[in-house]
């Protein structure tokens, strides 16, 4: 610490005069160096670590009491450590929100109960306590020599060796250690900055706008999409809120690969990184940073996307080759918009020249916070812009139609400007339309139909005639193509969606019927409905809702239909109590004059109703929303109205169950109101749409077992297996895929499956189908491979050899799926004999390099039979270069999963000899013993790791003086614990790597001072005869030294 923090670390003068870090990647590269220090230090100098600190190291912490294990004494908001000095002081003290600790033992042990809040912690800790070494080694050695530039922890090496006393030998080895972690920070914050990135909102929107351009559907674009997660832009260029842009952050993103999840992204002026992405509950972005920063948005994305990073090199060509395309001429600024727009074309051509680098320029620029909201697109700008041109080619200046916005709705827009940003406040369950895309005006000079024009003018009857001309304009209008895009356009360029609107809150139904009528044609269109919400215009609609005429609730209902396929606008439904009241049309026909179940079938009652469930449809895509439907009391209307043979009806109805049951909530609710049973009937629909959403309800709904039985006793296994015949329509396809797959979780239905002939159905879709259905073929094979007729159906069918081709994919959830299906495979010695030919086992190995978890722990547990039933396992293993040191490198994992699957790989691999060798001489042996005692609250009530890792400690204590090695490195007795558990397969193991550790004579007394006797004899009477014998074969070890012992003190 020393002249890193004082010199290197950047400080801020926060409060009272308190000095704190500033949020720098600076400050963050220095924090984490003194972490990983700190984390390692009780394993390199455990002697080191118990050294009691002259005056403990205090801050406050947010560490819930909870998050402690064991060696700790948790008593409400108050923590004590077992560890404790000389005076039986604990070494670390917890009283909420104070801490106090006094060993690096028990800072690093801290550290790791600190998880994802590591950072925070240690930055608390170096902001409270401004001479940490001070403290650490007494006030004494806080000196520093000024004159002769000596620095802090060298002025504290001159001090101590001038002291006498018994504990002079450690502080000079703690005192070297600080000095060398000094320099350590010295030269690293110089190698830091001198990388450091410095960009600006200009170039980062130059870039964005540019991949932009090259963005979209296709093989040869760089992504699917980019977009800001929010349309609103400060006067300084800057997207983000202005508490985050003290921070120096200028966007946010959200990007869509080709072959990835979509990313959120930040941008700041010290380079980009990844964020925590939008939360589950309420749609708000995560600002935390996940990962490293990068140096700009392209370097970012190549290295998480191939396919990018492949065609960004195809398309550069076409970046550097655009500006010499089109090189407008500069001309005069002249009043009239032809020449205007010629000069906006021209400053475009040149913002294009300094886009062809894409963030090189590293501007030094400190951005300065905006409290001024304007929108990156001046809508209103662009109307009056295109008004007065068309006003001048008429002869005549059209009225603005900003007079017709009532005062009621200026308001509405003036506080949704103020509380822009609870935009992203929605979650969404599917990313359709999520973002808001640019707006896109008509070019002034472009060659426009004649119905463009004529739209124009019948917006100026709506807005200056009578009630008279007003419906005899909107049946006009009405007959345009209103599917077409320009004649949308043209209603909203001359303001015409604002007189729209303003219809709709008169008391003339004839105008609000005409009015809804054309607003509901053109709000297909993506541009239009956020104008829509923009004008307040959804209030409205959901105002019209309660109208007695059935006819109005129809058309307001489908325009919110079709308006809700974003959050915002999902958000203003709900906020406006829509969602109740498009609940309530479900019910319409329960207040008629006759029966209910016949006034359903209506055609009125009925077509209100449809409406009503395609609006929930649209709408319940926001998990506040599915929450608001179930409470207005939902579930059972739709229920109800899945009884109809009406398939316009039906469709609407199912969809918002499938949208629906992604909720645990609703997935009881739909077993409670008995829907299963009429979603499996409309399976045999002849409509394969209905047919699609009821797959995709089953799938979501068969997470939970009892609703997986309900699907087989209703008979829904055979609809779904003769469905898979059908190939044509991809998104059914990928549909009944995903609801075989979950049903397949269940015995029985695997077996019926079996009897459909549905598994070798499933074997010919391998091929040529896209990702989204290959997903859930291989998840549903791989449930159907548990079972041995299973799999030798499946290697008869040709299925091993597709199989093994997708494990060189780069989809994470395809992958998962694939290694599960074949690592059951390869429990078959013939299907195994086609993975080791087809060199499965290879590719199955580079997995384990994979960056996500998921699928390194599922490559590694489709290691396990691999090996086993290999027939040369042991030379296979070898032949992987390195393979054997990525294993043990993988044990440094935090995942549980990983290290569980790591640790049963090792066990297989340790069979053999000559790796047991080899992996010994790589440090398996520290590594497993670090993960039983130092780190071994990891394992608590993980019973999984606890099995495993007692197996593998069992298989390596067979090679050289491991056994002596284990127990230097303190792994004896967190094992001893590890008989507490309440699972037989863990008493098991574990006794079997007491068996083998009690061969050394250091071990058996470990084993007897923590209590391993009483414990394993209550094991010799288990009815599991491995584990009677090894507890029976460790007790008598143990017993023959103490008989040794006593033998030679009398002798």
């Not at 090259?214 to 800057?238: A, M």
């Not at 906020?575 to 009125?604: F, M, N, W």
């Not at 608001?628 to 609407?652: C, D, F, V, Y």
């Not at 490198?889 to 569980?900: F, G, I, P, T």
Request: hydrophobic fraction near 35%; aromatic fraction near 4%; proline fraction near 3%.
């Amino acid at each position: 610490m020393g002249v890193a923090l004082t010199r290197s670390a950047q400080w801020t003068a926060a409060g009272h005069g308190a000095k704190t870090l500033e949020v720098t990647p600076l400050n963050e590269a220095i924090v984490k160096e003194i972490i990983l220090f700190v984390e390692s230090f009780i394993y390199k100098y455990p002697q080191e670590a118990n050294y009691v600190f002259v005056e403990p190291l205090e801050w406050k912490t947010n560490l819930d009491p909870s998050a402690f294990g064991s060696g700790y004494a948790v008593s409400g908001t108050t923590v004590k450590s077992e560890e404790v000095d000389k005076n039986g002081e604990p070494l670390l003290y917890l009283s909420v929100p104070q801490i106090k600790i006094r060993s690096f033992g028990q800072l690093s042990r801290m550290l790791y109960f600190a998880k994802n809040m590591k950072l925070k912690e240690a930055q608390a800790c170096i902001e409270a306590n401004e001479n940490p070494v001070a403290k650490i080694l007494g006030f004494d050695y806080n000196i520093i020599n000024e004159k002769n530039g000596n620095s802090f922890v060298s002025s504290i090496l001159d001090k101590i060796t001038k002291d006498d006393g018994p504990e002079i030998e450690i502080k000079m080895k703690i005192a070297l250690q600080l000095k060398q972690l000094d320099l350590h920070l010295l030269n690293h914050s110089l190698k830091h900055i001198s990388l450091e990135i410095r960009l600006n909102p200009g170039t980062v929107k130059n870039d964005i706008e540019l991949l932009k351009r090259f963005s979209g559907k296709g093989e040869q674009t760089v992504l699917e999409s980019i977009e800001y997660t929010s349309d609103y832009e400060f006067s300084n260029g800057c997207r983000a809120p202005p508490w985050r842009q003290i921070k120096g952050e200028i966007c946010y993103l959200l990007v869509k690969p080709h072959d990835a999840e979509i990313l959120c992204v930040t941008c700041s002026k010290e380079g980009v990184f990844l964020n925590g992405g939008k939360t589950d509950d309420e749609g708000q972005i995560n600002y935390e940073r996940k990962g490293e920063i990068y140096k700009d948005l392209v370097t970012l994305l190549k290295e998480k996307s191939a396919i990018f990073s492949e065609n960004m090199s195809k398309q550069e060509v076409k970046f550097s080759e655009q500006p010499q395309k089109d090189q407008p001429n500069e001309a005069p600024k002249e009043e009239v918009a032809i020449t205007h727009k010629a000069s906006i074309a021209s400053r475009k051509s040149s913002q294009e020249k300094n886009r062809i680098n894409l963030g090189r320029s590293q501007l030094t620029k400190r951005l300065e916070p905006s409290l001024n909201w304007r929108t990156s697109v001046s809508s209103k700008e662009s109307r009056n812009t295109l008004r007065d041109t068309q006003a001048e080619k008429h002869g005549g200046k059209l009225e603005k139609s900003r007079s017709s916005l009532s005062p009621g709705r200026a308001q509405l827009i003036r506080k949704s400007i103020e509380k822009i940003e609870e935009i992203i406040s929605d979650s969404s369950s599917e990313s359709e339309e999520d973002e808001e895309q640019p707006d896109h005006r008509q070019e002034t000079n472009a060659d426009l139909p004649s119905e463009y024009w004529q739209i124009q003018k019948l917006v100026k009857y709506l807005k200056g005639g009578n009630q008279t001309a007003t419906v005899i304009a909107l049946c006009s209008m009405k007959d345009f193509n209103l599917a077409q895009e320009t004649c949308q356009l043209a209603i909203r360029d001359v303001g015409g969606l604002e007189v729209l609107i303003n219809l709709l809150e008169t008391d003339e139904v004839k105008c609000k019927i005409g009015s809804l009528k054309i607003l509901k044609e053109i709000s297909h269109n993506p541009q239009i409905r956020r104008n829509i919400v923009d004008l307040g215009g959804l209030p409205v609609m959901v105002n019209i809702l309660d109208s007695p005429h059935k006819s109005l609730k129809c058309l307001a209902a489908e325009t919110i239909a079709n308006v809700a396929k974003f959050r915002r606008a999902r958000r203003v439904v709900r906020h406006h109590g829509g969602i109740t009241k498009l609940v309530a049309l479900l019910d319409c026909g329960k207040h008629s004059a006759e029966p209910a179940q016949s006034s359903l079938y209506e055609t009125r009652d009925v077509e209100v109703a449809r409406c009503g469930a395609l609006a929930l449809w649209s709408c319940s895509k926001s998990y506040a929303n599915k929450e608001a439907i179930r409470k207005a009391g939902g579930i059972p209307l739709l229920a109800r109205l899945l009884k109809t043979s009406h398939e316009n009806m039906l469709i609407p109805v199912v969809g918002t169950l499938q949208e629906c049951a992604s909720e645990e909530n609703y997935r009881a609710a739909i077993k409670a109101e008995r829907i299963i049973e009429n979603l499996v009937k409309n399976l045999n629909s002849e409509n394969e749409q209905l047919q699609e959403h009821c797959a995709m309800a089953i799938y979501q709904c068969a997470e939970d077992e009892e609703t997986r039985d309900l699907v087989r006793l209703h008979g829904g296994l055979k609809p779904l297996a003769s469905l898979l015949n059908n190939t044509d329509n991809k998104e059914r396809l990928a549909a009944v895929t995903g609801a075989i797959w979950k049903c397949s979780i269940s015995k029985e239905n695997v077996t019926k499956f079996r009897e459909y002939r549905a598994i070798e159905t499933l074997v010919g879709l391998l091929t040529d189908q896209p990702e989204e259905v290959l997903v859930n073929v291989v998840g549903a094979l791989g449930e159907c491979c548990q079972e041995h007729e299973n799999r030798v159906v499946i290697r008869k069918c040709g299925g091993i050899q597709p199989l093994v081709n997708l494990l060189v994919g780069i989809n994470q959830a395809l992958l998962v799926n694939v290694t599960k299906a074949v690592g059951a495979c390869a429990v078959e010695p013939e299907s195994m004999m086609i993975i080791d030919r087809l060199d499965g086992v290879r590719l199955l190995w580079s997995l384990l390099k994979n960056p996500h978890p998921d699928v390194k722990a599922s490559a590694a547990w489709a290691l396990c039979p691999c090996i086993q039933n290999a027939k040369d396992a042991g030379e296979m293993v070898r032949s992987f270069v390195g393979g054997l040191e990525l294993v043990v490198n993988l044990l440094k994992s935090d995942n549980k999963e990983v290290l569980a699957s790591v640790c049963a790989v090792i066990t297989n691999i340790a069979k053999d000899q000559e790796n047991l060798a080899v992996i010994t001489d790589h440090g398996v042996v520290p590594l497993l013993s670090k993960l039983a005692n130092t780190f071994v609250f990891l394992v608590q009530n993980n019973d999984k790791l606890r099995r495993h890792l007692a197996e593998t400690i069992s298989r390596c204590c067979m090679w050289g003086r491991n056994r002596v090695a284990f127990g230097e490195h303190k792994a004896v007795a967190p094992l001893v614990r590890y008989l507490k558990s309440n699972d037989t397969n863990v008493h098991r193991a574990t006794a079997q790597a007491l068996y083998q550790l009690s061969e050394d004579a250091d071990n058996c007394i470990t084993m007897h001072e923590n209590g391993a006797v009483k414990l394993l004899l209550d094991m010799v009477g288990s009815p599991d005869e491995e584990l009677q014998e090894a507890a029976a074969g460790c007790i008598s070890n143990i017993r023959r030294l103490a008989l040794a012992i006593e033998k030679a003190r009398y002798s």
